[in-house]
């Protein structure tokens, strides 16, 4: 293993499943060939089986495929239950409440960084280590 721990937001999982060659795609076979230890939570999970029929235009996946996806994700995952230190973040710098969660997870796992592309969670990375995958990959890409 790399060492490093990282969760990774919905959108990270659903782009890198949607779109392997892309960034969030490199990162998600990174992980799931052992390259980097991956956190998630049961909401992370919860929230990509529900999102993942929005993009079977582009996967074909049945819905039995989609479970199994999301089996296999959290057996390669650790899984941690959300913290609910963060549901204080919620206010004017921190528009989106069901966000809470995937904060909650980073604060839960002791991971080295939350990677999404979520604004409203970026908006959070002085506070935190909230990174794009962009960023992600540039300063950690795993060959």
Known sequence: MAGLRIVLDTNVLVSGLAYPTSVPGRIVGAWRSGRLDVVLSRYILAELL????????????????????????????????????????????????????????????????LVTGDKDLLVLAPHYAIVTPAWFWAQHGIG
């Open 50 to 113: 529900r999102v993942l029929p929005r993009l079977n235009h582009r996967l074909q996946w049945r819905a039995e495929d989609m479970l199994d996806m999301v089996d296999t994700l959290a057996l390669l995952a650790d899984l941690v239950e959300p913290s609910a230190d963060a549901a204080p973040m919620a206010g004017p710098n921190f528009c989106d409440a069901a966000d809470g969660p995937v904060l909650g997870t980073l604060l839960a796992s002791g991971a080295d960084y």
